[in-house]
Nanobody, 129 residues
């Protein structure tokens, strides 16, 4: 079965940047929509960004213009470039993949944690001075 492992999290100052990555093993990312989700202390898990099978990018409003999602050419690594980080971005970030119909084009579907089938264990991003 597909295993996902995140890396790249850590402590960063407000306004700084981080790039977190997700490596797939036991399979590839070719069959799935792939995304990043996060959960801050005391808050529900939320979708951050997701990449559809057609290559469409979806972002939650709070990160638009600051975060960029991407996959490598081999479709085995998912990354999230995070710029202009804010304290409210502090959370455990999870890589996740799921089967989402190509007919779906709404961000609400792609950013819904409940539609994802495989999850990594998360990497902590702490934005603090």
């Amino acid at each position: 079965q597909l295993t996902l492992v995140e890396s790249g999290g850590g402590l960063v100052q407000p306004g700084g940047s981080l790039r977190i990555s997700c490596l797939a093993s036991g399979g590839t990312l070719d069959y799935y929509a792939t995304g990043w989700f996060r959960q801050a202390p005391g808050k529900a898990r939320e979708g951050v960004s997701c990449l559809s099978l057609d290559g469409n990018e979806y972002y939650t409003d709070s990160v638009k213009g600051r975060f960029t999602i991407s996959r490598d050419n081999a479709k085995k690594t998912l990354s999230l470039q995070m710029n202009s980080l804010k304290p409210e971005d502090t959370a455990v970030y999870y890589c996740a993949v799921g089967f989402i119909s190509r007919a779906a084009t709404d961000a609400e579907t792609y950013l819904n944690p409940d539609v994802m089938q495989f999850w990594g264990k998360g990497t902590l991003v702490n934005v603090s001075s």
